[in-house]
């Protein structure tokens, strides 16, 4: 599979390819790529712990546990999913840029298709921080009942999270600013807000969670 742009999709290249590619001069994969792929392997830390965990007498494992690992297999999906996304906005973004400017209707509809690509810009990075709370509150429970030798990658993994959660608000920051919607922008910068609270708080009930 490939991106609109004819990159691959994230998760179809080897790790010494995205490395590679993210060190090249191209401005993608950039960093609201880096953190879809970031989270992504914030949620599979998650999982590992979680299959690490022995069942219990009955041979099974906690039904709270089991929903957490469903819960991270998915959010794992759309936080790659969502790092390809970032690539696709920002050549969107580009195209729209590029667009002739001669007269006054061309620089009309230059301007209302860069909007329009800000607008996705915006709404791809907001969706990731999402995503990345949604996994820390199912790393809570990861902290809660999973093996207590592997705490340590649950701990990493909520790190991570945070990390990622918190850099993709950056991005719906930086480009709310260029929106010249207010509304529009102000419901961005205030999700964001929301979501950087939630991200602290939850990652330290993971911390609080792994003193057990």
Do not use: W
Not at 37 to 42: I, T
Not at 94 to 113: D, G, N, Q
Not at 116 to 132: F, N, Y
């Amino acid at each position: 599979m490939t991106a609109d742009d004819g990159a691959p999709e994230v998760r179809e290249r080897t790790i010494g390819e995205y490395l590679e590619a993210v060190a090249s001069a191209a401005p993608t994969p950039g960093g609201g790529s880096v953190g879809g792929v970031v989270a992504a392997l914030a949620a599979a830390l998650g999982e590992m712990v979680g299959n690490l965990t022995k069942p219990g007498p009955d041979g099974l494992r906690p039904d709270a546990l089991e929903t957490a690992l469903v819960r991270l297999a998915a959010l794992r999906s759309d936080a790659a999913s969502l790092g390809t996304a970032d690539e696709q906005a920002y050549a969107s973004y580009r195209l729209a840029a590029s667009l002739p400017k001669s007269s006054e209707e061309e620089k009309a509809v230059r301007t209302a298709a860069i909007q329009d690509a800000l607008r996705t810009a915006t709404e791809v990075p907001l969706a990731l921080a999402v995503c990345c709370a949604e996994m820390l509150a199912e790393l809570v429970i990861v902290a809660e009942l999973g093996n207590r030798h592997a705490l340590s990658d649950a701990l990493l993994g909520s790190l991570l999270a945070k990390a990622a959660g918190e850099g993709a608000l950056i991005n719906v920051r930086g480009n709310a600013g260029m929106i010249t919607d207010a509304a529009f922008a102000q419901r961005a910068t205030d999700a964001a807000k929301e979501i950087e609270r939630t991200l602290a708080d939850r990652r330290d009930a993971v911390v609080n969670a792994a003193r057990r």
